[in-house]
């Protein structure tokens, strides 16, 4: 039946999404064409819901047995665990190029290149330490019960840097003439970073009524904040990338990942310290 068969093409969509962005175990055989890689796009929000609720279950377990300092080490290292490092192998990559200061050319020669150079070390261990930094600072409030836990608002920066991902494929051009991981991508419509935000929408949504036992007071102002630190700090980073290096290309994708999970984890920290009353 064509419904059926609908049904069936979309739920290999979002389980092509779930199989490239994280290591969750899902045994299912995927004919990964150009057409599923675009569709699975708008389901990208959706896993990084499923992290999220990861992140949120290993950081309150966590706490409970253990003292924040290792905490800490332990939930960011199955941060980079579930997702098998892949963003951050992009981020290693991008940095790698982008701070060379070479021609447009040679970054992206210097992208491809599998060996990792110093930039892209530098960068990684920074942006390691200052993820690593800001759980301890979300661990050790909730453990001194200074605040509200403010695990329940990491849960949901996973949703929106990978949505803000379907954006940004959308938006700028692909950089490298040739093909890569990147350009399967290519051809994704402002319809699918439409309904993909929709997605994160709904995904933040049932996420802010349940932890907040269905408090209506609270969801907008989640909203707006993450879909607006979102945009904005997402829009600078990729243009500066995309003015680089004439456009995007995968590894940017997951350096952008990285650099907006940092982004808004520290402004759950920056909340979570001087607003948060609960």
Not at 22 to 45: A, H
Not at 146 to 175: H, K, N
């Amino acid at each position: 039946m064509p419904t059926a068969r609908i049904v069936l093409d979309w739920l290999r969509a979002c389980i092509a999404a779930f199989q490239f962005l994280t290591r969750l175990p899902i045994p299912v055989q995927i004919n990964y064409t150009n057409l599923v890689f675009r569709r699975s796009v708008i389901f990208y929000p959706l896993a990084g819901c499923a992290i999220g609720l990861l992140l949120l279950l290993a950081g309150e377990g966590l706490s409970l047995l253990l003292p924040a300092l290792p905490a800490a080490v332990l939930l960011l290292g199955l941060w980079i665990i579930v997702t098998g490092g892949l963003h951050l192998d992009g981020l290693m990559d991008t940095a790698d190029g982008i701070l060379s200061h070479r021609s447009r050319e040679q970054m992206l020669e210097i992208m491809k290149d599998s060996r990792v150079g110093a930039m892209g070390v530098i960068v990684a261990v920074l942006h390691l330490l200052l993820k690593f930094s800001l759980l301890y600072t979300l661990l050790e409030m909730k453990n001194t019960g200074e605040s509200f836990s403010g695990l329940i608002l990491l849960a949901i920066v996973p949703i929106w840097s990978r949505w803000f991902m379907t954006a940004a494929i959308q938006r700028w051009p692909y950089a490298r003439k040739e093909s890569g991981l990147g350009s399967f991508f290519q051809g994704v419509s402002r319809g699918h970073v439409l309904i993909s935000f929709l997605v994160a929408l709904f995904t933040t949504t049932a996420f802010v009524r349940f932890a907040f036992a269905g408090d209506g007071t609270v969801i907008w102002p989640v909203l707006i904040c993450f879909a607006s630190v979102t945009c904005i700090a997402g829009w600078f980073m990729a243009a500066y990338m995309s003015r680089k290096l004439g456009g995007l290309t995968g590894d940017t994708y997951g350096a952008l990942n990285e650099l907006l999970e940092a982004v808004l984890l520290l402004g759950v920290v920056v909340f979570v310290i001087h607003f948060a009353t609960y």
